[in-house]
C-alpha cells in the first residue's frame, strides 16, 4: 500500500494545529497551568519554612491558670513544654501524658496553643470529699473514690472516712464480695447525696460494711444511712426527718419510708 503523500501529510498537520487562534489559547492555558504550579510549589514551601523554620511562630512563654493547691512552677516543671520549638510541632497530648502522671491531683487538664508564641496550661484540680487517716497524714479522696494524694495537715470542711470492718459474718462478707476499694466508693457516694447542711455538720463517715455506713456529726449526733443505694431519697427523708425532731441525737434513714430518731 503507497504511503502518504507530502500534500496528505501536510493536510493532517495543519489540522492537528488547527487555527492560529487555538494555537495561541493553548498556549496561554499551557503557561498559566505552568505559573499557578509554581505559585503553590512556591506557597507550600513558604507554609513550611514558616511553621518549622522561621523564628517567629516558636514557643517563646507557658501559662498555667486554674491552680489551687498546686503552684504553677510545679505545672511547668512537670509539663515539660519544649519552650523554642515551632508551635506547630508541640505534642499536646503528651504534656497532658506527663501532667498526668506527675501530678494526680490533677482532674483534668486543656493543653492550648496561643498563637502565635504561647502555650497555655488550664488546670483543673480534683476536690476531696473524704479524707483517710493514716499514721498521722491523710490521704485525699475525690469524687470518683481516687486516693490522689496524701497531705500532713487536713483540709477544712471534710469529714474523715473510717473502715471499721469488724469481724462479723456480714462484714466480713461484704469485704470479701465488693472489696475495699468499692467500700470507699459506695462512702464517696454518701459523701455526695448528704443534704448539703448535714456535709457541713459531718466530721466521720463510719463504713462497718456495705449496707451499715454511719454519719457521725458535730454535737455528738449520728445518721444511720445505710448503703448508698436510695440516696436522693434518703436525703430527702433526712432533711424533713431533722426539722420534725430538732432536739433528737440519732437518726435512722436506712430505710427511707420508715425513718426514725430518738434523743439517745
Known sequence: MAGSTTAERGERQRESSGPPLVRRWR??????VVILALAVLLLGSGSVWLLYGSAWLRVRHVSVSGTAVLTPEQVLRAAGVPVGAPMVSVDTDAIEARLRRALPRIDTIDVVRSWPHGIG???VERTPVLLIAKGGNFTEVDREGV???TVAQAPKGVPALELS???SGSATASLRRFGTDRLVREAVRIAGAVPAAVRRDTQ??????YDDITLELSGGRTV??????NGAAKARTLSALMKAASGARHFDVSVPTAPASSAS
Do not use: I
Not at 498556549?27 to 498559566?32: A, G, M
Open 27 to 32: 498556549n496561554r492555558r499551557f503557561r498559566r
Open 147 to 149: 486516693r490522689f494524694a
Open 165 to 167: 470492718l469488724s469481724r
Open 204 to 209: 466521720t463517715l463510719k463504713v462497718r460494711s
Open 224 to 229: 444511720e444511712w445505710g448503703s448508698a443505694e
Open 121 to 123: 496550661l488550664k488546670v
